[in-house]
C-alpha cells in the first residue's frame, strides 16, 4: 500500500493476532486509517468556509462528503444503484476512476479518493493542503453547476483569458467541453480563494481580475 505511516490507534495497540495475519491486518488498519486521516482534513476544510458558503452549499444541498480509498467510478456507482438509479456509463467510470474527487449532483455528494496517486509522498502539511484544496474544488463546482447563468457559461472561453495563467492552462490542458469551462474555472479560483483565506488574506486579490471576481461574488458568495 502505497501510503505514509500513521499513528496507531488505540484499536491498533490492542490488536492481537496470529504472526501469520498480521500483515493483511495492518494493510486494513492502515487503508481505514488513511481514510478517516483525509476525512478529518476536509472536515477542517468545511469548517474554514466562511458562514456564507456554508449557507450557500446547505441550501443547493451540497453539505455530504464521501471519502473512500477505491475508484471514485465504482465507489460512485455503488452509491447510485443503493439510491435507485443507473449505474454510471464506462467512459463515466474511465472518467471518475482517474479523478481525485468528484461532485456527483444525483447523490449531492462530494468524494474524494484518499489513495489517489497525487497523493503518494506528500508530507503532513502538503496532504493538508491538497486534500482540503480538492474539498473547496469540488464544493466550488457544486455552487458553479447551481448558481451560474447561461450568460456566464457562454462566456466560459471567454472568461479564461483574463483567468490566472496556471489555471488558465490547467483548465486547457483538460480537455473540458466549452460548457464546463466556467464551472472549472469557478471550481479553481475557489480553492485558490480559500486557500488565500486559510492563510489570512481577505477581499479581493490584486491578481484577479474585477469581471472574474464578481463572478466568484455572484456564485460563490
Request: no cysteine.
Amino acid at each position: 500500500m502505497r501510503r505514509r505511516v500513521v499513528e496507531p490507534t488505540s484499536n491498533q495497540e490492542q490488536l492481537t493476532v496470529p504472526r501469520r495475519l498480521q500483515a493483511e491486518v495492518e494493510v486494513v488498519i492502515v487503508a481505514d486509517s488513511v481514510v478517516e486521516h483525509a476525512d478529518q482534513i476536509v472536515k477542517r476544510a468545511w469548517q474554514d468556509l466562511g458562514p456564507e458558503h456554508r449557507a450557500l452549499l446547505e441550501s443547493i444541498g451540497a453539505t455530504q462528503w464521501h471519502v473512500t480509498n477505491k475508484l471514485l467510478g465504482a465507489a460512485a456507482s455503488a452509491l447510485l444503484i443503493s439510491a435507485g438509479s443507473p449505474a454510471l456509463s464506462a467512459s463515466q467510470t474511465r472518467a471518475f476512476d482517474a479523478a481525485i474527487g468528484v461532485w456527483v449532483p444525483e447523490l449531492r455528494v462530494t468524494l474524494i479518493n484518499a489513495e489517489h496517486r497525487k497523493f503518494d509522498g506528500l508530507d503532513e502539511p502538503s496532504l493538508e493542503a491538497a486534500v482540503a484544496d480538492v474539498a473547496w474544488h469540488e464544493w466550488g463546482h457544486a455552487l458553479s453547476v447551481h448558481r451560474t447563468e447561461n450568460d456566464d457559461i457562454s462566456k466560459g472561453a471567454q472568461l479564461l483569458t483574463i483567468a490566472p495563467r496556471g489555471i488558465a492552462e490547467n483548465i486547457r490542458s483538460g480537455g473540458y467541453r466549452r460548457r464546463e469551462i466556467t464551472h472549472e474555472l469557478v471550481a479553481n479560483l475557489f480553492a485558490l480563494l480559500m486557500a488565500r483565506r486559510r492563510a489570512g488574506g481577505d477581499g479581493k486579490p490584486e491578481w484577479l481580475e474585477d469581471e472574474l471576481w464578481n463572478l466568484m461574488k455572484k456564485t460563490t458568495g
